[in-house]
């Protein structure tokens, strides 16, 4: 499975952005991840095949929303009120499992896309 990610941008804090990731195949659970300069990958939202479950990462709950589009092997990550910390190269990726928040649970991972927000 490849998995191709776009609509990253630089925006200024309280905008909104909405990431999309298209997948060459179906899979089961798709997430995204970002990692800052000098930090580890860290989760943000996750996302069950059928939709009917979803997780997010405690500093983006209430602010982000991932939904995925089955039938174009695409999920997107809605980004609202965005703050200075949210910036990092965001990451989708596509597990054959259920969600996790586990960087080493997804088996196929896209190339990234940047988000930088200014204050």
């Known amino acids: 499975v490849q998995l191709q990610a776009s609509g990253g941008g630089l925006v200024q804090a309280g905008a909104s952005l909405r990431l999309s990731c298209a997948a060459s195949?179906?899979?089961?659970?798709m997430a995204w991840f970002r990692q800052a300069p000098g930090k580890e990958r860290e989760f943000v939202a996750a996302i069950r095949w059928s939709g009917s479950s979803t997780t997010y990462a405690n500093s983006v709950k209430g602010r982000f929303t991932i939904s995925r589009d089955n039938a174009k092997n695409t999920v997107y990550l809605q980004m609202n009120n965005l703050k200075p910390e949210d910036t990092a190269v965001y990451y989708c990726?596509?597990?054959?499992?259920?969600?996790?928040?586990?960087?080493?649970?997804?088996?196929?991972w896209g190339q990234g896309t940047q988000v930088t927000v200014s204050s």
């Open positions: 990726a596509a597990s054959g499992r259920g969600p996790s928040s586990e960087v080493g649970d997804y088996d196929y």
């Open positions: 195949g179906r899979t089961f659970s």
